[in-house]
């Protein structure tokens, strides 16, 4: 019973575009494009029992954020704006080197870095800010994230005001740049202004 | 001189043969691009937003912790307060510890110190969900964490 072999036509391949653009519209339809972007924040390891509380810091050298739960604001013992506490942290965190009488502005210090030292020379002066952050339980997420993108803002002008200064470039070109020397300049403008946010424990009160 | 000869010219039909490989190469475009959802929300946030954002890199070293109203088909269950949602289902901030672990457990060892969580949180929640949250993610030893925000163009930041 031997069959004869049946000679097969060609397929038509006219309708495989068809196909291809039905797939095709569908991931195009599923595909999101967007890229997640966000506040980067690194949280201070848990406290241990047994290590000893971290010596105290003069209060001059504070900058004290706080927010009730009325998402209002009080800055340095004074009413503020949110639109106002990019400024007025960006002054706090330059301070006054040539006036280390005002009781206003954080004290310096010798640096004494190693990269400081290297690009900076032994005796350079650095500030010793700290920005001081504590919230209320009430206090809203979207006045917290206000407080930290101005905070973040002041630091990053600070940043590129000395890294111009300094170096000729602003500090987020040194940073992304692909050379290895900018990267190291990068990193001495990091440590000439590091970004010091200290967030207290939350107020259990008022909330 | 002429060139050109005079009389009528016939365009040759556009050869369509080479359309499906086009329609191929961006087929396959889209199919290695595209990252399917892999939880479905249950709770509700608009994000804030933000002037100095960075963005989050390597989205499989990412693990989100949505916080937010519970959407409106489970409010009648879950009421209106904002509510932390882990993977596919609602959570307290007790349950943030096993659910690190689980995050840690799935990723590269020598990755575990990439790890980044990512907080998804509406913007008019109390910070007092959020402090809870932070401070069990600090007792679970997962210290990098994403504030997510949203670019802002503007430069005030609206409240």
């Known amino acids: 019973m031997a069959r004869k072999k049946r000679d097969i036509g060609e397929i038509n391949a006219g309708s495989m575009a068809d196909i291809a653009f039905l797939l095709l519209i569908f991931f195009l339809v599923t595909t999101t494009m967007d890229v997640d972007t966000g506040l980067m924040r690194v949280l201070p390891p848990p406290i241990l029992e047994d290590v000893p509380p971290p010596p105290p810091v003069k209060m001059r050298n504070v900058f004290v954020v706080l927010a009730n739960s009325a998402d209002n604001l009080l800055v340095e013992d004074a009413y503020m704006q949110v639109e106002d506490l990019r400024a007025a942290a960006k002054e706090f965190i330059i301070g006054q080197v040539n006036n280390p009488g005002n009781e206003r502005f954080p004290e310096f210090k010798v640096a004494t870095n190693p990269l400081i030292v290297k690009y900076y020379g032994g005796n350079h002066l650095v500030s010793k800010q700290i920005v001081s952050l504590q919230n209320d339980r009430g206090t809203s997420y979207e006045l917290y994230i206000a407080i930290q993108d101005q905070l973040a803002q002041a630091y990053t002008e600070v940043r590129n005001e000395e890294a111009i200064k300094k170096f000729g470039k602003t500090y987020d070109e040194l940073k992304d740049s692909k050379s290895a020397v900018d990267n190291e300049k990068a990193k001495v403008i990091r440590l000439l202004v590091p970004q010091r946010i200290s967030e207290a424990e939350p107020k259990e009160i008022g909330s | ?159």
Not at chain 2, 58 to 87: C, F, N, W
Not at chain 2, 114 to 141: F, H, P
């Open chain 2, 1 to 159: 001189m002429q060139i050109r000869k005079k009389g009528k010219k016939t365009v040759p039909p556009v050869s369509t043969a080479s359309l499906p490989d086009i329609v191929f190469m961006l087929l396959f475009f889209f199919m290695v691009t595209t990252v399917m959802r892999e939880t479905s929300l249950k709770v509700q946030h608009v994000i804030p937003q933000a002037k100095e954002v960075a963005k989050l890199e390597r989205k499989s070293l990412v693990a989100y912790i949505h916080i937010g109203p519970p959407l409106t088909p489970l409010q009648a269950v879950m009421g209106t307060e904002p509510r932390i949602q882990l993977d596919d289902a609602f959570a307290t901030p007790a349950d943030i510890p096993t659910f690190v672990e689980s995050v840690k457990s799935q990723t590269d060892e020598a990755e575990v110190p990439l790890l980044t969580y990512s907080l998804k949180v509406d913007s008019k929640t109390k910070m007092g969900i959020v402090v809870d949250v932070k401070q069990e993610l600090r007792k679970a030893n997962a210290l990098k964490i994403n504030y997510s925000t949203r670019k802002s163009n503007t430069k005030a930041v609206e409240l």
